[in-house]
């Protein structure tokens, strides 16, 4: 049966950009994509790279997610609304840096302006609203996946507004066929290493690659707590294996690592990657970034202050609505040991096109140091 598929977010969100191409390579699918037009040339670059027939079923709609009606004409907005099936809402302020109003222009306003449309998509079966793990903020413990409890704190805009987003959207669970999906840390292709750009564990590697052979860098942070990395063709897979299920409307799924590896497990498998020794030591989280200015060491205090907090969070992610429709089929995050060396190599690549002169991306290639 052919179904008409809209995505926020592309081709600024990785997710978005991945999910696009796993759609359009489905004969009988056609992907609608809003666009903002300052990003309109990256999106058809981003397309144009699609083969032949997947690249005929993807469609550039200029708009603004987060303007009323989408930043669409009455006419284009009813017509999108009349068409859509599935709606996959990706668009989202992920930065932990960004500004408080650009944050919640996107991860708030925008999710206001995508349920409008849903409500008036008269053929929807599916709104597929990507939220975060991260929702949870420094909470500690267990988080399961049917709560959404605020944290005693968010570290950073992000996580507050991703929150708030996804609250408003909880609010129509039972009037509209919504599904949530919440992936922990996304990562690299488990296969191929492609990622959008180098933030959280890939400051680790950068760190290790751009420091003395036989240095020992300290773990900031007990080092026992589990840092829950999931890499995007899981996330992907997972998540579009989960929404064809009937039973996850009106649910929300942690795609997680429900064995994930602890930060020393990540720092010693980073550093045996990259040809170092392992770490040694202990520095408490939250004096990490001022007291690793220490020569040999001063990279690690570019490391965000939030991901380090994040480092020192014990937390674990319920995953038994994921398992019970994904366990049938097979699908299982893959250990983060199976693909560290993916993704030190693909670092390890682009700072080597970087250093010959040869580190510009391509117009249809994300810069990953961007």
């Not at 599935?86 to 995508?114: F, K, Q, T």
């Not at 793990?133 to 996946?145: F, K, M």
């Not at 690659?209 to 026992?224: A, F």
Request: with cysteine; charged share 25%; hydrophobic share 40%.
């Amino acid at each position: 049966m052919s179904r008409t598929v809209v995505v926020t977010g592309y081709p600024t969100s990785f997710l978005a950009t991945r999910l696009v191409r796993t759609l359009a390579a489905s004969p009988g699918t056609d992907v609608i994509c809003v666009v903002h037009s300052k990003f309109e040339a990256e999106a058809a670059a981003a397309r144009d790279v699609l083969e032949g027939p997947a690249r005929a079923r993807v469609h550039l709609v200029g708009g603004d997610v987060a303007a009323m009606d989408l930043g669409l004409s009455g006419a284009e907005f009813l017509d999108l609304a009349g068409r859509a099936n599935v709606i996959h809402h990706c668009a989202a302020a992920s930065y932990p840096g960004v500004e408080r109003e650009a944050a919640v222009r996107l991860n708030v306003d925008g999710v206001r302006e995508v349920l409008e449309l849903a409500r008036e998509a008269t053929q929807l079966t599916r709104l597929v609203a990507w939220s975060t793990a991260l929702v949870s903020g420094d909470r500690r413990g267990w988080v399961r996946e049917e709560e959404l409890v605020a944290p005693p704190r968010f570290r950073n805009v992000v996580e507050e507004t991703r929150f708030h987003g996804e609250r408003i959207v909880r609010q129509e669970l039972g009037k509209l066929p919504i599904t949530i999906l919440r992936p922990s840390n996304v990562v690299g292709d488990s296969k191929t290493g492609e990622i959008d750009r180098y933030e959280g564990p890939y400051l680790l590697i950068l760190l290790m690659l751009s420091s003395p052979t036989d240095l020992r860098v300290p773990l900031p942070g007990r080092g026992e707590v589990p840092l829950n990395l999931v890499p995007i063709d899981h996330v992907v897979d997972a998540g579009l294996a989960i929404v064809d299920d009937p039973r996850s409307v009106g649910r929300t799924f942690h795609l997680v690592d429900p064995e994930p590896a602890s930060v020393r497990e990540v720092f010693t498998k980073i550093a045996a990657a990259t040809g170092r020794p392992s770490p040694r030591g202990v520095l408490p989280a939250q004096l990490a970034s001022t007291l690793l200015r220490a020569p040999g060491l001063e990279r690690l205090a570019n490391v965000p202050r939030t991901f380090l907090e994040q480092l020192a969070t014990d937390v674990a992610y319920d995953a038994r609505n994921a398992r019970e429709i994904l366990a049938p089929l097979g699908l299982r995050c893959p250990p983060f040991a199976s693909y560290v060396d993916v993704m030190v190599e693909h670092v390890k690549n682009a700072q080597d096109r970087t250093a010959s002169g040869r580190g510009a991306p391509r117009d249809d290639e994300p810069d990953p140091f961007g």
